[in-house]
């Protein structure tokens, strides 16, 4: 007879309201959420769509202003000792060493003086801080600071480990370091943590960690999407089921509503019509998002945009193009507006944004394309020209040479291509990463 797996955590018409009087709105409305033993959430959303106050909520430390959360079945009232959060920034104690401050986590809890050291040592062990025992916090990389802080809460032993954005105040190598380290113990069985609950913003990190990824909306905070990402471990970040399921967490934050291939037009080459990529810088499309982001609603008049981003319109209407076609706004009745994954990139790290921008290209028929030709090139190197003139069969030479010089700015912002300037070649960044 199968078992079924025990649900661990039920959040039920849980709303948050904050503020009083006038002031007075609804951080998150009517969430539903349920996690079960064995399964590592990731919680994706823009800034503001009540990430952290549902982590609040769900640990105990915040009292929803209605509904309720079930621990184990059981009505969750104050604090839940089962779960711990672990922060985008560990507050380590600066005047205790390494070892220390895990056996505070370890004395706090209640495990007896001689037992806390060599507790502390292993598990300072299994996060890979082996020789640090002695270290001082500010002897240590980002990377490793964040190490001991892992090491503190699994020292807790919390069935419910609850990430807030663990991975986002560090270098993309160590990041990585951490998120393979962090699957390791989890997927080994080697904690007693029964589930995740992870906060990023970073799309790909939840795709290659999650079983699932929910995703949040903002303005009310509510979940908008629930999606099972049924890969076997380890991800292969280029596999095509990979990039299949980070599309869709896009498209669900982009609000896309047509299918891909009516929306993008068809690659050169095939039949149907090739869309151009308008001709626009990314600074300038991300000063339009920015300012968008400082507009209440995150919309605005189009040509009050024109007026204050000083653009002419044509500039502008190039420029909201580009924003739709990659899915960061949307145009109507003269307004324009950000999309949920538009929010995500004006909050988003440089790296960050880099990554976004790259997903969102990659998928654009004409992009798809180059990359395409560059991966069977011999050396993933082709000569401008070359570009240029297969494009020519498509469109006018000034429009073919025009839509290179956009492809490979663009590719360049994602670090998906460089351009060797006395060559005049174009080449792939990582021949890997297509
Ligand atoms: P996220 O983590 O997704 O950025 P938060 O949960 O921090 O979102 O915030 C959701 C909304 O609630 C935001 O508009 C934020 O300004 C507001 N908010 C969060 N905490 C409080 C608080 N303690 N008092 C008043 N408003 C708050």
């Not at 149907?272 to 600074?283: A, I, K, M, N």
Request: net charge negative.
């Amino acid at each position: 007879m199968i078992t079924p797996t025990p649900t661990l955590l039920e959040v039920r018409s849980v709303n948050q309201m904050y503020g009083s009087g006038d002031r007075r709105f609804t951080a998150v409305q009517n969430i539903n959420l349920s996690m079960k033993e064995g399964e590592f959430v990731a919680l994706v959303g823009p800034s503001g769509c009540g990430k952290s106050t549902l982590l609040r909520i769900i640990t105990g430390l915040n009292k929803p202003s209605s509904g309720v959360v079930l621990y184990r079945d059981n009505v969750l009232t104050g604090v839940n000792p089962h779960a711990t959060i672990v922060f985008q920034t560990f507050a380590l104690f600066p005047w205790l060493t390494v070892q220390q401050n895990v056996e505070i986590a370890l004395k706090v809890r209640g495990v007896p003086a001689e037992e806390r050291a060599s507790r502390a040592v292993a598990l300072l062990d299994k996060v890979g801080l082996d020789g640090f025992e002695n270290a001082y916090p500010r002897e240590l990389s980002g990377g490793m600071r964040q190490k001991v802080g892992f090491a503190r809460a699994m020292a807790v032993e919390p069935e419910l480990l609850c990430l807030d954005e663990p991975f986002s105040a560090l270098d993309v190598l160590s990041a990585e370091a951490l998120r393979g380290e962090l699957l390791e113990l989890w997927t080994a069985g080697d904690i007693p943590t029964k589930a995740i609950l992870m906060v990023t913003h970073n799309i790909e990190e939840a795709i290659s960690l999650a079983d699932r990824v929910v995703v949040m909306d903002k303005q009310p905070g509510r979940v908008v999407a629930d999606l099972t990402v049924d890969l076997p471990h380890p991800r292969h970040r280029k596999s095509p089921e990979f990039i299949a399921k980070v599309d869709l967490v896009y498209a669900t934050l982009s609000g896309q509503t047509e299918p891909e291939s009516l929306e993008m037009g068809s690659a050169p080459g095939e039949p149907g019509r090739t869309r151009t990529l308008p001709d626009v810088q990314v600074v300038n499309l991300a000063g339009l998002l920015e300012a968008l982001a400082e507009k209440p609603d995150d919309r605005a008049d189009i040509y009050q945009i024109v007026e204050e981003l000083k653009v002419d319109s044509n500039q502008l209407f190039l420029l909201q193009e580009a924003a739709e076609m990659l899915g960061f706004a949307t145009v109507s009745k003269g307004d324009i507006t950000l999309t949920t994954l538009g929010q995500t990139f004006v909050d988003a790290s440089i790296l960050a944004r880099k990554e976004i921008f790259a997903t969102r290209i990659r998928r654009l028929p004409m992009f798809r394309w180059l990359l395409n030709i560059l991966a069977k090139a011999d050396k993933h190197e082709l000569e401008w020209d070359v570009i240029q003139s297969a494009l020519e069969l498509e469109f006018p030479p000034e429009e073919a040479e025009k839509q290179v010089e956009v492809a490979v700015n663009w590719g360049r912002y994602a670090e998906l291509m460089s351009y060797d300037d006395g060559k005049a070649t174009i080449s792939l960044e990582e021949p890997g990463k297509i």
